[in-house]
C-alpha cells in the first residue's frame, strides 16, 4: 500500500516543503513511531552515558480528554548521547470512536533520578509535539509541528517518513520516524540520527546566533 502522495525514483531521497502521509482510514497497517535524541550540554557536546527518567504521553489536543497512552521508563544515552524510544501503534490514537480528527500532543517529560548528573532534582523539562491528521477521501494525512505550531522539516524515503526541529530545543536535538512495516531497524534509526544530528561546522550555536534557541521547551520551576 502506498503511503504517500509525492512519488520518488527508485534509490532517491526527496524533500517535500509539506510532508502529509496518506493511509487507509479502515483496515490500515499499525504505524509505528521512532523517537531518536541526542542530549548536549550549554556547549553543544553530547552527554554520553547520562541516566534520567523519561516519561512519555500521548495526549488529545483537544482540552478535557483524557490521557490517551504513556510510559515512564529509566532511560539512558550511549557513549554518543543518544536515546530512543518508540510507540508501537500510534496510529490507533488519531481517530475517534467516529472517525473523526484526533490530534495527538506527544509529551517528553526528562526527570533527573539518583543517577543523573547532567540535571539537578527540580530541573526537570518538558518538550512537546503535535501530530496532526487530516480525514479526507477515507484517508489519513499527518504532519508534525513543535508545540508552538511550527512545522517540522520532513523527509521520505520508500516506506520510511522523517521529521525532524530545524531548531533545536536547548538540551535535546531530536526527530521522528514513522514506519508502515514495523518494526523499524537499526539501519533506519541511524539513518534518522544522521539526518538531524548537528553540523558540526556550526559550532556550538548550531546555527543560532548566540546559543542554542530558548523557545519550543518549558522547564519546570
Known sequence: MDMYLNK???GLIAMVSLFIIAISAS???AIEMNFQGMLTNGE???IPNEHFDLNVKLLSARQGEPEQWSRTSASQTD???WFSFSIPDVS???TGE???NNP?????EFLPNDMTSWLKKGQDFMVSYTLTPTLKDDAIYLKMSRMEGSELTDLLQGNLYMFKDDYPFAYLTGGFLLSDAPPIDEESTEGLRQWISPDPEAGTSRGVKGGFPKAGYSRKR
Not at 104 to 108: E, K, T
Open 79 to 81: 557513549e554518543n548521547g
Open 98 to 100: 467516529d472517525e473523526s
Open 27 to 29: 483496515g490500515q497497517p
Open 92 to 94: 490507533s490514537y488519531l
Open 8 to 10: 520518488t525514483k527508485p
Open 44 to 46: 553543544g557536546n553530547a
Open 104 to 108: 495527538v500532543v506527544i509529551s517528553l
